[in-house]
């Protein structure tokens, strides 16, 4: 009976010795090998760490003038275990906000706890949903990119995704500073995952991205897109684009091509009109490359007055290339080839300069490589070396044939000859800032003398004439005097191979005023017909002259001849027109005027600065 005992006693020490055993092997296990994988596995139970967005940031005009912001906005979630009703929750969701209600059954029937239902719906979406009254719906605040000024200015400034990243334009470009840096914070939680503490612990905290500044002047913007898109309704053109530029500095005031898109809804429009085609599209730019073949001619030290027998208007060269002019020319200076726009002119003056000569002068104002603005996508043309061309090559090129170039790289050359034959590189951005603040600057790029100042000089005079008596007088600003040069040139059909007879781009390219520059201006209609037919000098040229009449007022340049006066106090400057002969009446009027105000308070730059001081 002892030993029965003693057996059964040894028995359950034994057990109860290997339960011990198991136990501190377990805790050796838990304490020991595993105690590091346990820990941060309680942690990633008790603890959530959450991402937190920047705020975007914003892009202005030269004057500060948001023209992209980021608000706030909610975005649609449900909870698919409390919808009691999916069809019919769904029914109600798709009348008020405009989506098939089959996506939006699918997401409610699902087993998940939390589903998307739409991202960043506006205000009035919202107050509609919560209307319907429907349980299990709720809304998550997120930011939201928004364009004030709807389509002004939209394929330069482009667009961000859902996801507040930069897809085209300026919003990618400058991605990297707009962005900002996303924080990190971190909360405790239960077992169904509530917050149980009511305070977060800050990991990392966000970083709000930085404003980009434009060069973009957001009025000077607005009367480019105006008037641009008043001539393309009225001729029925197919788009138009504008660049504007200031000849001292290359600053871009305005980049336009109509009709644009709304970014706010880009999703909405054709892929084809995100394009800044200013930047991102090529044209055969024709007679106003013949600036080109003329700064090739004077620089190679040919003769202004020399003339040259255009051959009646018709010239064929040869390998079926025939070239016309508009009218039946006889003998022609070579100024006037290029003020009454000879093709078989520009050409005579292209076999007295020879092709390795023309192509270097191409090259040298930039064909043929980008501008390097900064955007993505920017096209550098198309200028094929001489050893490519072809016998008819010479022909084409002299008048703007066989080649490729953008709009801006167009502008440019009237710049460079209203800079005296300097170009000034382009530029697009003012600076990234940040509170006011610059923390990036773009790197200054150093102006090229491409011509000598005589041949700027020239050929500033000879576009003068052009608005003045040729091809170009519905260019002309009243006041100001403009100097520019047209261009129509037929479309390559690209079923035929051949130009078409029916389809043209018509431009007009110059600068205003003629004396003192402030403008360089391009203006392209891409096809359509005015009463006066398809040409540029009267489908391109009118509103070549809306823009520069209006941007000189907005500027407050003066006309030639006005006198500027500075009045008492903080009064604006105010031109004034004097006479040849004397001065006017109201400039006699306002000086006795002037005259008395000094009697009775003193000097006008006293007062000035009295009230300067205070």
Known sequence: MKEGHLRRLIACGALVGLGFGALAVKLFLIQIRDREFLVSYAERQLRRTLVLRPKRGEILDAQGRPLAVSVEASSLYA?????????????????????????????????????????????????????????????????????PKRELASSLLGFVGVDEKGLSGVERAFEGHMGG??????IERDARGRSIHPEAR????????????????EVLQFVVEKELAAQVAQVGARRGMGVMVEPSSGRVLAMASVPGFNPNAYERYPAERWREAALQEVYEPVSTFKLITAAAYLESGGDWRKMLFCEEGLLRIGGGYTLRDHKRFGWLSAEQVIVHSSNIGAYKLGMEV?????????????????????????????????????????????????????????VMTAAA???????????????????????????????QRVISARTAAVLAQTMRKVVAGGGGVQAEVPGYGSAGKTGTA???????????????VMSFVGFVPYKNPRLALLVVIDEGRGKDGAWGGSVAAPVWR????????????????????????????????????????????????????????GSSSASAQEERGH
């Open 354 to 410: 020879g092709p390795a000569r023309l192509y270097r002068m191409a090259r040298r104002f930039g064909f043929g490589e980008s501008m390097e603005l900064g955007l993505a996508g920017e096209a550098g043309g198309i200028l094929r070396p001489p050893a490519r061309w072809s016998g008819t090559s010479l022909a084409a090129v002299s008048i703007g044939q066989e080649v490729g170039v953008t709009p801006l790289q167009m």
């Open 417 to 447: 000859i209203a800079n005296g034959g300097v170009m000034p590189a382009p530029r697009l951005v003012e600076d990234v800032e940040r509170d006011g603040q610059p923390l990036w600057l773009p790197p200054r790029r150093e102006m």
């Open 546 to 601: 809306r823009i520069a009449w209006q941007s000189l007022r907005y500027l407050r340049v003066p006309p030639e001849g006005a006198q500027v006066l500075e009045v008492a106090g903080r009064a604006p400057a105010v031109p004034v027109t004097t006479s040849p002969k004397g001065a006017s009446l109201g400039e006699r009027v306002f000086r006795i005027a002037q005259t008395v105000h000094h009697v009775l308070h």
């Open 490 to 504: 037929q479309k390559l059909d690209r079923e035929t191979k051949t130009y078409s007879r029916t389809r043209f």
């Open 79 to 147: 909870n698919p275990q409390e919808i009691d009703n999916p069809r019919e929750a769904a029914r109600s969701l798709s009348q008020v906000l405009g989506v098939a209600g089959p996506e939006f059954e699918r997401k409610l029937s699902g087993d998940r706890r939390y589903v998307w239902l739409l991202r960043k719906i506006t205000p009035e979406e919202k107050r509609k949903v919560m209307d319907l009254g429907i349980d299990g719906l709720g809304f998550a605040a997120e930011s939201r990119r928004f364009y």
């Open 181 to 186: 840096r996303a924080g990190r914070v971190e």
């Open 202 to 217: 800050v990991l990392l905290p966000p970083r709000a991205g930085a404003d980009v500044r434009l060069t973009i002047d």
